[in-house]
């Protein structure tokens, strides 16, 4: 399936989600892995044809780590784009 890529929406949800992770509930190791894959996804969201399987690769690892959070917050926050990835 193709991703429909919609930079504003991948964007908004990426730095709500980073936003989030600056929380001082969440774990500095969450924080640090997350902050990797947020590293890989915001150079493709510059681009003027961003690579899809790169932005869908951080999506779906960032996915897990929200998903091991307690209470699913970070994850609605990043729902839009995963939902916008096809990945949820």
Known sequence: AVLAYNDKKYSSALEKFVAALAAPEVPEQIRRDAMIEVESIRPQLRKVAPNVSII?????????????????????????????AGLM
Do not use: N, T
């Open 56 to 84: 869908r690769e951080g999506l779906h690892s960032l996915r897990s780590i929200a998903e091991g959070m307690a209470g699913g917050y970070l994850l609605l926050l990043l729902a839009p784009a995963l939902q916008a």
